[in-house]
């Protein structure tokens, strides 16, 4: 029989609707699903306001997708059992139910479901042999036996590890390796050829802080390659479309829900996030470098490989913090202090781990070295010597590390002076710095004397400062993502009730770290020269004068 998506949305009830009483999607819901089933996209993220009726949507795309590919496999997460049974699982339970109503399933709806267990089905057998399940997040690793055509995730901000639920961490693959099914992958089109129609369907309200999501999909609409490696088949690129919808498209909300909610917000930013879906972040707070301003501060840049490469370490188990700058002279011979990268993902991680590691997009000291900066650092070379050092002692802090040290050639770097202390976080409560000088030849200078508010004022005053040839003397590139959010408000102080604030910015484990890894780089290498003395030959400041701003990269 010929059946279209919207027999299987529920039956409209709003009286002034010309499709009043009748099935129906709203008019952004049909536009999405046509992207969601006609793209090329095997991953789509749709980031909506409240009430933009995205997890009805997916719920009808997922019955959809279970009763056009015969034995075909899904699952509908979310993050608990109890939530799914009101939203999404429930919603595809409607959505079955309107099509066996309709005769496009054949079969008893009260059968179709199986093993009963916290409140609702966890399984539901379509006659064609497709199984739809149901999942929670929250204890996702329990369903990575099947093989999915597709997976759903309603709610995706709830889970605060939704990277790792996605791709795995280290060698265990995530949700995403599961999404390998047969009948999906070669699913035969009317006109007899062939479409990959797997479909991994992630929604989310609008995280209040820019997170994993937006990490993996990015914050803007679009489509965009998920992997930066083609696929060694094909050729081609895995894509993502990034999705973002307004409450306001939901037309068959009540006439004054926009406005009720509007009206609670004073912020525009946080109607924005709330009801128009954009990525917009809150952070509550006092802001710390108030003088920030992404719009003039925030650009991209090359790196100048005659120009040596500083790099500023705030260590700490939970989240370290690591930017890579250089400073570069602009026509008029003034120093504008460049920050072109940062390590900002790695979260509970030994010292050790935070010099040597890849997982995914998750990269040590050396792996980003390596990776960004190949013209200053060779992994390679470096890890066999570093092996054959290995191979002479028993205790890897015996090692000729000086002979290391020659590995970084024009590589500076600086550590909190905390990196002296020793850590109960290490394996052999080493310190940072001992860790770091004695195993791996990386030798940091720190500064013990820095003071915290003088310091902050320094940095204040630098991102005050334009240069006669009208930029800013302190730029970041746009992929020191957390960097800019730290300084655009997630680096903040405490408010009071009195509209006073503490005298300490928040200790988040988060924006707190890679603002400080940059401002000990700013101490060690902007504000101080004591780090040339320990080279024989002065590394001399490279000018290019062609043009005032030659030494910056794609303004767009
Ligand atoms: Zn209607
Ligand atoms: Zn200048």
């Known amino acids: 029989m010929s059946w279209s998506l919207h027999s ?146 309603a709610d995706a901000m709830e889970n605060n590890n939704f990277g790792e639920i996605f791709h795995g961490e280290g060698v265990v693959g995530g949700l995403q390796s599961r999404l390998r099914g047969q009948h999906s992958s070669f699913f035969k089109l009317p006109n007899n050829t062939y479409k990959d129609m797997r479909r ?24 965009r390659n998920l992997t930066t490696i083609p696929d060694p088949i094909t050729g081609k690129y895995i894509t993502y479309r990034h999705i973002q919808a307004s409450t306001i498209q939901n037309d068959h909300n009540p006439a004054s829900y926009f406005s009720e909610i509007a009206s609670t917000h004073s912020n525009i930013d946080d109607v924005k996030r709330i009801l128009e879906g954009k990525t917009v972040p809150y952070y509550g707070g006092v802001r710390v470098i108030e003088t920030f301003h992404p719009e003039i501060h925030v650009a991209s840049f090359e790196t100048d490989i005659q120009l040596p490469l500083f790099v500023g370490i705030d260590p700490g188990g939970q989240h370290p913090g690591v930017t890579f700058s250089q400073i570069k002279k602009c026509a008029y011979n003034k120093d504008h202090y460049i920050t072109l990268s940062e390590i900002s993902n790695l979260y509970d991680k030994t010292t050790y781990e935070l010099v040597d590691y890849r997982s995914n997009d998750k990269l040590g000291i050396l792996q980003h070295l390596n990776d960004f900066y190949p013209e200053y650092f060779d992994l390679e070379s470096y890890t066999q010597v570093r092996n054959s050092l290995l191979e002479k002692v028993d205790d890897p802090s015996k090692i000729d590390a000086y002979i290391l040290e020659y590995h970084f050639k024009n590589i500076y770097f600086c550590i909190d002076r905390s990196g002296q202390n020793t850590s109960r976080t290490n394996r052999d409560a080493k310190s940072d710095l001992t860790i770091l000088s004695s195993e791996y030849g990386i030798r940091c200078k720190y500064k013990t004397n820095i003071g915290l508010d003088q310091s902050l004022n320094r940095v204040r005053k630098l991102h005050k400062e334009i240069c006669i040839c009208n930029l800013p003397l302190r ?17 903040r102080y405490p408010k009071k009730k009195d509209g006073t604030h503490g005298d300490k910015p928040v200790e988040d484990h988060r924006y707190e770290d890679i603002c400080d890894g940059d401002r000990y780089s700013l101490e060690n290498f902007l504000w101080s020269t004591a780090y040339l003395h320990d080279t024989q030959v002065e590394k001399t400041k490279r000018t290019d004068s062609r043009y005032p701003w030659s030494w910056m990269g794609d303004l767009s």
């Open 475 to 491: 730029m970041i590139d746009r992929k020191c993502e957390l960097l800019i959010d730290g300084y655009s408000g997630g680096y």
């Open 200 to 223: 991994f369907l992630i929604e989310s309200n609008t995280p209040p802080i820019v997170n994993e999501l937006h990490v993996l999909f990015g914050r803007e609409p679009g489509v």
């Open 8 to 153: 299987l949305f529920p039956i409209c009830l709003k009286p002034t609707c010309p499709l009043f009483t009748k099935r129906h999607m709203l008019p952004h819901q049909e536009e999405i699903a046509k992207q969601i089933l006609s793209g090329d996209e095997n991953y789509i993220y749709w980031q909506g306001g409240v009430g933009s009726a995205k997890t009805i949507l997916f719920a009808a795309l997922g019955a959809a997708l279970a009763i056009s590919i015969p034995e075909s496999e899904g699952i509908l997460f979310r993050k608990d059992f109890a939530d799914n049974n009101k939203t999404l699982w429930k919603y595809f339970k409607n959505s079955i139910k309107a099509a066996c109503d309709q005769g496009i399933i054949k079969g008893n709806y009260d059968k179709l479901f199986k093993f009963k267990h916290q409140g609702d089905y966890n399984e539901c057998h379509l006659p064609n042999g497709s199984i739809v399940y149901r999942g929670q997040t929250k204890s996702w690793t329990a369903y990575m036996g099947p093989t999915y055509d597709f997976i759903i995730v």
